[in-house]
């Protein structure tokens, strides 16, 4: 076969596959749209978002209608909105043949719910990530008071740890380390119930069970966390189950090495 006819013949069919292509994608823009698969991929146990919350809200910012024409699916635009959602943490928006299309959504996992000195609430993730409390899904974690400023609409943990101006004068770093690290700890996890920090810097355990508080002072690194929660951990499994849960009104891991303990006034 002569060269000129070979590309003449590859030409044609290229062209042919292109015109079929075309034509394909015009049929398939022209079919009407269902309701859309839906998986949300819940991480830990609170789940903030229902496929039902989903199709709701993508109708009431006119994203989508059912029968709507496919090639009129803002595939981006739903994709853009679902990540705006401060409990979501990943979303995926997929179109397919026929008319169908999927959405995959990943919640965010909160391990703190903070109260700030301005009367903000909301949540802390286990990236340090802030989420807006939502009006009708509520998650069983950490409640952190006391003299918080950071707010909802500042900075999140990332930016705040590459910045030492932001270091200096934000707590969320250290909120994050007690928060994680009691939430991957089982004891702990089932133990404390709230955090407070006072005035003065010290950060205060409030545990579940009895009445006493646990003054935990700074959590300024990781290594420092870890340290006084092992200090703790050998206090309960050495010490309270021969002095009892209600024998001491404050425990303290503030000191190096050691763990101080004043006990309860008695009468008499």
């Not at 042919?16 to 991929?41: N, R």
């Not at 006072?198 to 959590?219: H, R, T, W, Y």
Request: include cysteine.
């Amino acid at each position: 076969m002569k060269p000129w006819l070979r590309i003449t013949l590859w030409s044609s069919f290229a062209v042919l596959v292109i015109a079929l292509l075309i034509i394909t994608q015009k049929a398939q823009d022209e079919i009407l749209t269902g309701q859309p698969l839906i998986e949300v991929h819940v991480e830990g146990e609170a789940h903030f978002i229902t496929e039902e919350e989903i199709l709701s809200d993508l109708d009431f910012h006119n994203l989508w209608q059912k029968g709507m024409r496919s090639g009129d699916l803002p595939i981006g635009e739903i994709e853009e909105y679902l990540k705006s959602i401060s409990q979501v943490k990943d979303a995926r928006v997929y179109r397919r043949l026929g008319g169908e299309w999927k959405i995959e959504v990943t919640t965010r996992n909160p391990i703190a719910r903070i109260f700030n000195e301005q009367g903000q609430t909301y949540y802390l993730d286990d990236e340090g990530v802030k989420m807006e409390i939502s009006d009708v899904h509520a998650a069983r974690v950490l409640v952190v008071t006391g003299n918080i400023s950071d707010r909802l609409e500042g900075e999140n943990l990332p930016e705040i740890i590459n910045n030492d101006s932001l270091k200096s004068i934000r707590k969320l770093d250290d909120i994050y380390r007690i928060s994680s690290y009691v939430c991957n700890d089982p004891l702990f996890h089932s133990l404390i119930g709230q955090i407070h920090l006072e005035q003065n810097g010290d950060f205060v355990l409030i545990p579940l069970v009895g009445d006493q508080k646990v003054v935990f002072g700074s959590a300024l690194t990781e290594k420092e966390v870890a340290e006084k929660f092992k200090k703790l951990k050998i206090f309960y499994k050495e010490a309270m189950p021969y002095e009892g849960w209600n024998t001491y009104r404050e425990i303290s891991l503030k000191y190096e090495d050691q763990i101080v303990c004043k006990k309860k006034e008695t009468d008499g």
